[in-house]
């Protein structure tokens, strides 16, 4: 406690001023990026919020592809979600939500969403895929569930190889109905890798050189796109059953610990300056 003597005067101003420099520090400390607020802007192609809660259009935060249209079965919902103001919730019979033809362009990739399984009746219900048909060979990335309750993985490159598809090797803690789990796939030119919360649940060697590209073929959330419906419909669709939300694609690998970081709550944080411009900052935990 500071004396009020003058003895004491200049001693009470320099803590005064040391004190105003600490909390200074401090505030200025807690506006800075820390290690364990990841960059997850770095190679973002786009970032589905699903956060709009009513309307006919899902939209992507980053503004770089196109956004994406509700179709059948696929409903907003604010009371299931995981994040954010809403998520989408898949009838797994003719929900969806489709986008105009758009590309990963890159050297690597990452498919990632929170997903709540409602059921599995459709073993291999699609998280996202862009394809034209049902196919390996006709799918240039392909991210959903499989007969057994785990994640699957299809990748096509642009050096000709046939497209392998990667299938989690967890049996023994697959994805459960009715609970939310952080799922992501990524491939970094060497190997394809499958994470479920956080936790890398299966790899396969895949070289290449990058993401096989056509500005022809459609993308959607929940199902394969309408173009991939054929004449066996019940058998190509591959509709979800559940709720999806904060879905996002990067043109690179996320390494073990940004993936971490998403599957512990952190997501994309994205502003528009006043000059229109999209300003990309420091991953945000979003509630």
């Given at each position: 406690?500071c004396?009020?003597r003058?003895t ?12 105003m420099?600490?909390?200074?520090t ?9 290690e ?5 802007t ?6 589905f919020?699903?956060d709009?809660g009513?309307g006919?259009?899902a ?8 956004d ?5 079965g696929?409903q ?15 009838d797994g019979s003719?929900?969806?939500i489709e986008f105009?033809?758009f590309?990963v362009?890159?050297?690597g990739?990452?498919?990632?969403a929170?997903i ?5 009746g459709?073993?291999?219900?699609r998280?996202?895929?862009?394809a034209?048909e049902?196919?390996?060979?006709d ?6 569930t499989?007969?057994?309750n ?6 096509k490159?642009?050096?000709?190889q046939?497209v392998?598809?990667l299938?989690?090797?967890n049996?023994?803690?697959p994805?459960k109905?009715?609970q ?9 030119g060497?190997d394809?890798?499958?994470w ?21 073929v459609k993308?959607?959330?929940g199902s394969?796109?309408?173009?991939a419906f ?12 559940g709720?999806?939300?904060d ?5 690179r690998a ?11 709550g952190?997501?994309?944080?994205l ?6 411009k ?10």
């Amino acid at each position: 406690m500071c004396r009020t003597r003058r003895t004491h005067r200049g001693g009470c101003a320099d803590m005064k001023r040391l004190l105003m420099a600490s909390a200074m520090t401090l505030i200025a400390a807690a506006l800075l990026p820390t290690e364990a607020a990841a960059d997850l802007t770095a190679g973002l192609v786009a970032y589905f919020p699903l956060d709009e809660g009513s309307g006919a259009v899902a939209g992507d935060a980053t503004g770089n592809v196109p956004d994406g249209e509700m179709i059948g079965g696929a409903q907003w919902d604010s009371a299931t979600k995981k994040a954010g103001a809403s998520a989408v919730t898949f009838d797994g019979s003719s929900g969806l939500i489709e986008f105009e033809p758009f590309d990963v362009e890159g050297s690597g990739i990452t498919l990632a969403a929170w997903i709540q399984p409602e059921s599995f009746g459709i073993g291999d219900g699609r998280i996202i895929t862009k394809a034209n048909e049902w196919l390996a060979d006709d799918h240039w990335w392909m991210f959903s569930t499989i007969d057994g309750n785990v994640l699957r993985f299809r990748l096509k490159t642009d050096d000709g190889q046939a497209v392998p598809t990667l299938i989690a090797t967890n049996l023994g803690d697959p994805l459960k109905v009715g609970q939310w789990h952080h799922v992501a796939a990524t491939w970094d030119g060497a190997d394809m890798k499958l994470w479920q919360d956080g936790a890398e649940v299966g790899a396969l060697p895949k070289g290449g050189d990058k993401v096989a590209v056509d500005d022809g073929v459609k993308v959607a959330i929940g199902s394969q796109p309408t173009d991939a419906f054929a004449a066996d419909a019940a058998r190509v669709k591959k509709y979800f059953h559940g709720t999806i939300d904060d879905v996002v694609i990067y043109s690179r690998a996320l390494d073990e610990g940004e993936i971490g970081d998403l599957a512990g709550g952190l997501s994309p944080d994205l502003a528009v300056d006043p000059r229109g411009k999209l300003a990309t900052a420091w991953g945000t935990l979003k509630r």
